[in-house]
């Protein structure tokens, strides 16, 4: 089988040399122009290796080591450092680079770089195929997103999922809360054992305590024969409890003594069962709440959030709507297909109350329908366009503001607006500008005026 290496580098007279000597000695080679474009690569074509070089405008070296390394804490990497870098390099290996290799390189020291590293990684490589290939169909391992919000997804999931600590995963409906549990299991040392799940809110209250912990023949009326719960289906693996928030009261206590204590009852049983199951849960409800209305006890909420991670909604991680538009088009087998400015800024400005599952509902419909290769506005639903980004010549004008009955001041509402503009395009100000219809100078000079400034977590 021809191994995929995956070359990263912005200097486009090195990337062919390494290229064409990669090629030359059997490999299938991938290249990337820049950071970004390589992290979408590496998701889609999952190669057995990446060379990136280390410094390159944009997204740089580093952050694309670690970028990946989040995303496939397995994945082998060797940078490329410049001559007399040693300290990068050394930081490199520590972020989890397999090795490096110094400018100028000749073709010898390239190869056997490669050779070595892919040599190593071979077997694990190898299991690892095998077990996705028996893996169940979700695509676990390709979470995308490149908002620092998603980079501390990454990070928190790298750290806990080897671990036995309990995660609760909250966030609105779609924002890819089972993907990141699934994740979890794929990367901890229960990978091999079941990964069982559980949607609390959709069994009837009833059954839900006999689906949890299984019951012995003849406990109700209707139990003919014994039931394996999803507790023991899970034995040795990672049970994933969904909707956890809508689990009834009265089955709290139980779940609570199986996480504290190890053991649970089936249903009618009379002997405890000691299992090993590691809980990861989820929930878009809103715990607060929850709590302060006693429908759900606090013991056990401090015990399903040893580790709680929050996913951000779509609409607070705008930059990753392009890289998810990308990678659905990948996915459904449409790479080619591209979206033009107004229907990227339209897309970019829209709510997506629904998250990423929207985005990629209507990616599916979307290449479906289309007639060419390029998505324009005219695609896209009504939905959409209202309320979002429109080029300026087709805003109809319908009303967006309601002033208070005692008056307001014009600049603040400017300086309200600029700032949500700029918010909503990412601090992109090309983008705010045709947002607000205004040319960009003028979008310039209103932010000098009223003193707007990115916020810490952002960048221009
Ligand atoms: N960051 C992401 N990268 C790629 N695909 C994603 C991402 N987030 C979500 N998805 C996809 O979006 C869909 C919804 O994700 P998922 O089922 O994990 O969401 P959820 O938070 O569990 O939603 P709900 O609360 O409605 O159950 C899935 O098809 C999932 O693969
Ligand atoms: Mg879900």
């Known amino acids: 089988m021809t191994q995929k290496i995956l070359v990263i580098d912005d200097d486009a007279s ?10 030359d000695a059997g490999y299938q080679v991938l290249s ?17 290796l990446v060379i990136s070089d280390m410094k ?12 990946i390394k989040a995303r496939s804490p397995e994945a082998l990497v060797i940078m490329i450092t410049a001559f007399g870098t040693v300290d990068v390099a050394v930081d490199a290996m520590k972020a989890g680079a397999y090795d490096y290799i110094t400018k100028p390189f ?78 979890i299991h794929h990367h901890s040392g229960r990978c091999n054992a079941p990964f ?36 023991q289906l899970a034995d040795g693996g990672t049970l ?30 009379t002997k405890e069962q000691r299992l090993d199951v590691r809980i990861v849960a989820a929930t878009n409800l809103d715990m607060d709440k929850a709590l302060a209305d006693a429908t759900f006890r606090e013991d056990l909420y401090y015990r399903l959030a040893v580790i709680p991670i929050h996913l951000p909604s779509l609409r607070e991680r705008r930059e990753d709507i392009a890289l ?15 979206f033009d400015n107004d229907a990227t800024a339209a897309l970019n400005s829209y709510r997506w109350p629904g998250n990423v599952r929207e985005l990629e509902n209507l990616v599916e419909r979307l290449l479906i329908m289309r007639s060419g290769e390029t998505i324009t506005i005219d695609d896209l639903p009504d939905k959409v366009l209202q309320g979002g980004m429109v080029s300026c010549s087709s805003i109809n004008s319908g009303k967006v503001v309601n002033l208070p009955d005692g008056g307001y001041s014009l600049e603040q509402l400017e300086r309200e607006v600029v700032t949500e503009a700029l918010e909503r395009t990412g601090w992109n100000q090309t983008a705010a500008a045709k947002f607000l219809c205004i040319p960009r100078h003028t979008l310039i000079y209103r932010m000098e005026k009223y003193g707007i400034v990115p916020t810490s977590n952002t960048t221009t």
Do not use: W
Request: with cysteine.
């Open 14 to 23: 090195l990337r062919r040399v390494i290229e064409y000597n990669l090629q």
């Open 32 to 48: 990337a122009a820049n950071g970004e474009e390589g992290v979408v690569l590496f998701a889609e074509e999952a190669p057995a």
């Open 56 to 67: 390159m405008p944009g997204m740089d070296g580093m952050q694309v080591l670690k970028a």
């Open 106 to 183: 000749n073709r010898d020291e390239l190869r056997l770089t490669v050779a070595k590293a892919l040599q190593f990684s071979g077997l694990t490589v190898e299991n690892r195929r095998l077990k996705d290939e028996l893996a169940d169909k979700a695509d676990y391992r390709t979470i995308v997103g490149s908002s620092k919000g998603m980079d501390r997804v990454f990070e928190i999931v790298r750290k806990v999922a080897d671990t036995e600590a309990s995660v609760l995963i909250t966030g609105e409906s779609g924002t890819g809360k089972e993907l990141v549990a699934r994740s």
């Open 196 to 231: 069982v799940a559980i949607n609390c809110a959709a069994i009837p209250r009833d059954l839900l305590e006999s689906e949890l912990f299984g019951h012995v023949r003849g406990a109700f009326t209707g139990a003919i024969k014994d039931k394996t719960g999803k507790f």
């Open 240 to 269: 994933f409890l969904d909707e956890v928030g809508e689990l009834p009261l009265e089955l709290q206590p139980k779940l609570l003594r199986a996480l504290q204590e190890k053991v649970i009852e089936p249903v009618g049983g």
């Open 324 to 338: 998810l538009l990308r990678y659905f088009c990948g996915k459904y087998g449409a790479g080619s297909v591209v």
